[in-house]
């Protein structure tokens, strides 16, 4: 077992040798102060703190940031860090001073009672919260740190106390001891029950090795580094020590630091060799050789990712990424930088095709033979510019050239044979492609078309182009599945397949160029394409695409294979791609991943049989090692970096107050990710006005440069190369308002309005209450003027309708008003009711007009009431003449009825007023009475001083009946006789000569019949008679 380890550990550091490892410097030509590095840590934001010999700087994995001496900051180099409890950081200077960072200013810090002067050489936190200083002249000093500006009071530990005045280094042990290093080598321990320091003794360790280092694992085990001795480790659970030096494979006996990655393996840094990794296999070596750029390692750190933090002492820091990828150019011996083709040969070598021919690497070759080249020069190829090399079944390399056609060559001899028969076949002797068959046959991809030989077999190459079913003749790629099926890309036409010997384009919707092929776990066909991205296919299908956009570096495939676990790689003309099926996502790798050749070659790529990766780069080719990296990376921490407010730098203090007039915000933030800053990318929202993140950017800042005020939040976060999206980072702040638009301003307006508002009601109140009680007033006034105007209107237009009921029947009253005119209508039976008074000439020419007026007035109103009480119409009077007429303007089945009782009636009215004249002494009135029935027109005509007149010959025969009649009597015609004759009582006076109407058949009415009157002269009508007629009058309404 032991010869087994320290073959182990000499084997180890020779193969180291043999390979390039990639290691990310910043140096001064990235910012940093100076080359010469003391310390270095991390911080919980992410950000990196270099401690050089010219001063502190920063780093985010994009830019470096020094911070000058002077002001806030202590001036001079820096020789020791440290992060405490509280995440704030000291810086321990050159020269003495002591400055702390809390995250948003710089303090330099004075200690009371104590001025110093000399180096500060390391620095601690106690288990108390006390910081422990060493220097370098003024010994150990122990203070509380108080509150960040403070001036704490330093208690020094003296000599008295154990503790030497020229310390080199200060370390917290895990149990808590305090544990110092002095200038002698010797390593001291703090006793606080004694108060004193005391001697740390580690078996083997004498005071001639002097000890440079002191470090405590994750173990717990104590790593002691010396000037003589190397390296020793105390083991935690035994008290066993185990010494590391020269004969361990250490490359140097001086050791200046220790550092332990997130595997847990254990980091050695050298004074003049480099650094010695630790692990169970045994020792590995980082040189100036394989990829370190210092030898002199000065400090060691590991920060959140695994990824080692080295300080050197002339070349800057380094950061180490892993052992993933292995670079090969031409410092390795490659003939030319660029690789276009990778294969395996069954050994176990490694071709590679070049501008510059062939370079062949044996991986397991430690001597300078390990590179053998093939070259035009050499006799050995037809043309130094190799495209494509494979491999057939027999172990034959084949050699696809740009200028001499197609070459095979056997492995173990190095001799090549020129196909030259093929030449006819091949067009400028230019290989585009090469494949090796199912059956061994040689496919060889020409500018135009696809040949196809058997080595042996003495047949002749057959030919296939587009007219055969490819899709084009120009082939771009050539690719066998595990089926036997190739896979033929053409140049701008897309894909075709050959089975059977068989061509068949495939029919797909886009035309474009196939670079290369592979086929996944699930039987897809994955296809990269020349700026469009990823397509894979699945039943001569496109089912799933990938550009740019959903994670690719490029748009530009150039190179496809599958590794052992199923995973998709996936080379670009910016970088390296690798799918994960069961993540679902892309990782990005890049130059600063450690994939340094960037631009991968068209089908330039080689799986190994150990499952290692090879790809042919612009720069070289880079080798992926399946078992070392992982994938898995921690979510990244996010930061906010600077605030500027209105263009001048602010500090970033919580819940951060500003006036109206600061509306200018720039934040600046970023993410640590040392593994790939490039593939960092973030998302902000200002909480408060935006309502949604914003797009994915690369930008590191973001403004907004006239912020209304109200309360808001910005919040960022961040997402890696693993597609791990970090917490967001939340800061809020508050810009207020004018004071004209501040709460206090508004509530005093607003309660200045609604006193004036009140004010104002009031008064409008009051007046209106007043203009109310006026208008009231004037309401009344005028509502009693319109009431009695209404009346007297209402009063004239009753006193207009009976004077025009007066002039006019109701019938043809509401015609009129209704039409405008009333229609002259016939009515076949009415009774037309005439009278005169004899002797009226005589009696008016004794009277004065107005004496006849009134003596016509009182008799004609008596008239009025007769007539109105029977229902008949009076027609009109002229002079002492009196018409009515019963049937008019309505048809009354009793008319001649009513005109006899009426006449009977105006009779016995006439009778009484003759002899009360007569008793007088007056000259008597006597009528004559005359009454005929038969049809006549009755209306109104002209549109002037409307009058209801009837019109025909029975008017004219009911007058003559009253001239041809006797005074006081009632002379009817025998019409109208025929009609009354069953209820009166009658005297036939014969035919009687009338004026212009011949003789007439005349009766005089003599009264009633009995048991229709009620009187004894039978001048009244009895209530039997007056409801036969449809009168309700009652008997003493009657005369």
Known sequence: MLRRSALLAVLLPLLAQGQRFYFENIGVQENLPAQKVNAVLQDSSGLVWIGTEAGLASYDGVNVTPFSNGGDLAPNGVRCLLLDRDQHLWVGHLGGGLSRFDGLRWHMVQLQGVKLSTDVTGITQDSTGA????????????????????????ERIEEAQGANAQITGVVRLRDGRVCVLDATGAIQQWNAAASRFEPLTVPGVTDMHQVTA????????????TTIGGAFRQDARTGMVEVFDLNRGLPSSIVLSFGEDAEGRIWIGTWD???????????????AGNGLHGNSVRCLASDREGNMLIGTTHNGMDVFKGERFQNFGEDDGLMDREVWSVVEDKEGRIWFG????IGILDPDETSTARVKTLSMQQGKLTSNRVRSLRIDQRGQIWVGTETGGLLELEPSLFRANAHEELSPYIPELKVTALEVGLLGEIWIGTLRGLVRMLPGSGQIPMVYGQADGLASDNVSALYRDPHGTLWVGCTSAGIARIDNGIAKSIALEDRFTPTCFVEDAEGRLWVGTEGQGLMILKDDRIVERHSVATGLLSNSVRSIALDGQDHVWIGTTKGLNKWRPKVDGFLSFTDRSGFTGIEAKLGAVCRTEGGDL???????ATRVLAAKGADRMPPPSVALRELKVNLEERVAEPDLSLSHTERNLRFTYGCVSLSDPGAVRYQYQLKGLDTDWQPVTEETTASYPALPPGGYTFRVKAINRAGVWSEPLEYAFLIHPPWYRSWWFYTLLAFTIGLALFSFIKVRERQLRLRNQILEKRVEERTAEVVAQSNEIEGQKVRIEDLLLNILPKEISEELKEKGKATARRHEEVSVLFTDMKGFTK??????????VNELDECFIHFDEIVGRYGIEKIKTIGDSYMCAAGVPTRDAHHAYKCALAALEVRDLMEEQRQ???????DPWILRIGVHTGPVVAGVVGRRKFAYDIWGDTVNTASRMESSGEPGEVNISGTTYAL?????????????????KGAIDMYFVRRIKEGWCSDPKGHLPNERFLKEIGLAVAQDQLA
């Open 131 to 154: 910081i422990w200083i060493g220097t370098f002249g003024e010994g150990v000093l122990r203070f509380s740190p108080g509150e960040a500006g403070s001036s704490p009071t330093a």
């Open 214 to 225: 002191l470090y405590q694992d994750r173990s717990g085990s104590l790593w002691i580094g």
């Open 273 to 287: 060799s480099g650094i010695a990794r630790v692990d169970a296999r045994g020792v590995r070596r980082f040189t």
């Open 354 to 357: 070049t501008s510059g021919g």
């Open 614 to 620: 090879w790809f042919g780069t612009a720069n070289g």
């Open 843 to 852: 009696a008016a020419e004794k009277m004065t007009p107005e004496e006849l």
């Open 916 to 922: 009360q004249r007569e008793a007088q002494g007056k």
């Open 980 to 996: 009354v004759k069953d209820r009166f009582e009658c005297e036939h006076r014969g035919q009687v000569e009338a004026k212009n």
